[in-house]
């Protein structure tokens, strides 16, 4: 059977709704005691909760500008591992609990959703030619699988530092 254009834009949502399911789980899991212990260079789980909010937005700009032709304006502010701009989201929307950063990364993750949904398969799946300065394609599917595979690896993070710090 041969896969349709909303078959594959259906896998990628639910990909990435999974994705941030997984790392959502993985930080409420910790004690309330370690959700803002620094796990990963200088974040917590709950920096790293604030950070997938900051991401959604982005990716909600970037979306509109790949299909205007456009780079995401957020390629202008790369450096090592994306560290300043991670930075900034973090400091712009980390709330005063983990559980309250949850419900606004969850409730940022709906709204990235919801304009996925309005944009039709054959769009969502399609090259328009968009390049990084490394001359490297950029499309909507490949900015969606970067912030699913990333989730997944903050998920298992969390879950790795949870296993070492349990008493």
Known sequence: MRTTPEDKKERLL?????????????????????QDTVLLGTWSAHDI??????????????????????????????????RTFNAELVARHKQATLEEAAAVAMASHRALLATLAEVPAEDLLRDYGVRSPGNRRVTIPMLLEVEARDERKHAEQIQEFYASHKT
């Open 49 to 82: 909760v604030a950070h997938l909010a900051g991401w959604d937005h982005a990716n909600c700009e970037a979306i509109d500008a790949i299909r205007a032709g456009r780079l995401p304006a957020f390629y202008a502010r790369y450096d090592r591992d994306w």
């Open 14 to 34: 639910a990909g990435l709704a999974a994705a941030r399911q997984q790392v959502l789980t993985a930080a409420r899991d910790l004690p309330s005691a370690e």
